[in-house]
Structures are given as C-alpha cells and as structure tokens.
C-alpha cells in the first residue's frame, strides 16, 4: 500500500524553464509534507516543506504547491539550472510523531 | 557543525552472514532514524530511536534491529543476510525527531 506516489520516475527539462514535480498521497492524516533532494553517493537534504494549513510555500527558486482535496502536492522549480539536477522525494507524515513515508523519487535532468 | 556519519560507507557479505551498520548522529540530537532504498522502492523506514528507546518500527522482518547508546551514536544489525538486503541503508538524525531530519551519506551493503 503506497501511501505517497511519484508517479514520474525520470523528468527532464531545459536549463532556465521550469521543472514541476508531481506527488500523490492517500493518508488523509498527512498533514506535514516534505521535499528532499538527492545527489548520487550523498544522503538526501531537506529542500522545502509545507504544513497542510497553506496550501503554497516558497524558498528561493523553489515553491510547493498542496491541494488537500486532491490529496496531491508539487514542487515547482524556477528557473531549472543543471546542478538541480538530482533525484527528489516527496514524504509525508501524520506530525504526531509517526515516521516520514516516502515516495519511490523522481529523478530530474536539466539540460543545459 | 558535522553532519551524520555513517561506517562503513561500503559493504560486501554473503548470504547467511550478518552485518552491523553504524550512524554517528549530529551532536545533540537524540532521535535516530534508519531507512532503507533499493532500486525503484524509494526509502522504507527501518525504525527510529530516541534516548536509547526504539519509538517506531517499520515493517521489516525481526533479522532487522537496532539499537541506541547513551551518547546517541546507532547501529542497526541485520542477522542472516538475504540477497534481497542489498540496499544502500541510511541514517537520520534530528533533536527529538522532528520532521525534518539530516541524513547521513549511507552505507551501501552488497550480499552476494
């Protein structure tokens, strides 16, 4: 039963256009979701986050969006620049203390 | 400030054989959480650890555990290796287990 889903295993995109990563989630007690990105040999590093109180969240060149209805968020990357290049995952989690269920990532190319 | 290790970064066993990973924590944070990620699964949680006391368990076979020393520091053991663990396992670590969590680099196991 997967509780988060990235339904895109790979993204490319060109170097200054935007790159839109989607996630699905099914857990209607998620109510923290969290981007992490991924280089090869390195452990994921926390991104962005968004509680279920806001549906739009903002750093820098990264914004995710949450539409609780659709049970679905997205991390929107603005503009794309190569060393983004990476694999992201999306977790979500019930903040009361229940561990973060992850997504299977999408692994994003951006092409100078 | 240093970030999560993790001993050590490679492994190679043989099935049937055990193993025993390593996670040094950031200083001061006393939640410790283990994930594995295989090809195409993303990262599953393996179980979290918080001043000495495993908090959360994932849903892994009993040949997966754990525990927690009084200055954090982990290590996760995984008794009668099966080819199917051979994953890159990676730690986490935050001040009381907050969402979100710093990971280590990973220790990447190989049973042959």
């Known amino acids: 039963d997967q509780q988060v889903k990235q339904n895109s295993p790979s993204l490319s995109v060109q170097e200054g256009r935007i790159s839109i990563l989607n996630c699905d989630y099914t857990n209607s007690m998620f109510d923290y979701f969290l981007w992490y990105k991924k280089y090869p040999a390195e452990g994921p590093t926390f991104l962005i986050s968004?509680?279920?109180?806001?549906d739009k969240n903002e750093d820098g060149r990264f914004t995710v969006f949450l539409n609780k209805s659709a049970k679905h968020l997205s991390l929107h990357i603005v503009p794309s620049q190569p060393g983004d290049s990476a694999v992201y995952f999306c977790?979500?989690?019930?903040?009361?203390?229940?561990?973060?269920?992850f997504g299977k990532g999408t692994r994003l190319s951006v092409i100078a | 400030k240093a970030g999560v290790t993790q001993t050590p970064r490679y492994l190679i066993k043989t099935r049937g054989q055990q193993v025993t990973l390593s996670c040094s924590p950031i200083?001061?944070?006393?939640?410790v959480s283990w994930y594995q990620q295989t090809p195409g699964q993303g990262l599953q949680f393996l179980f979290e650890y918080f001043s000495e006391t495993q908090r959360n368990k994932g849903n892994f076979p009993g040949r997966f555990s754990g525990r927690q020393f009084s200055n954090s520091r982990s290590e996760m053991n995984v008794s009668t290796l099966e080819l199917g663990d051979s994953a890159l396992y990676l730690c986490a670590s935050s001040f009381s287990g907050e969402t979100e969590q710093y990971f280590g680099p990973g220790t990447r196991l190989t049973v042959t």
């Open positions: 200083s001061g944070h006393r939640s």
């Open positions: 977790a979500g989690t019930d903040s009361g203390n229940t561990p973060l269920v």
């Open positions: 968004i509680s279920s109180i806001k």
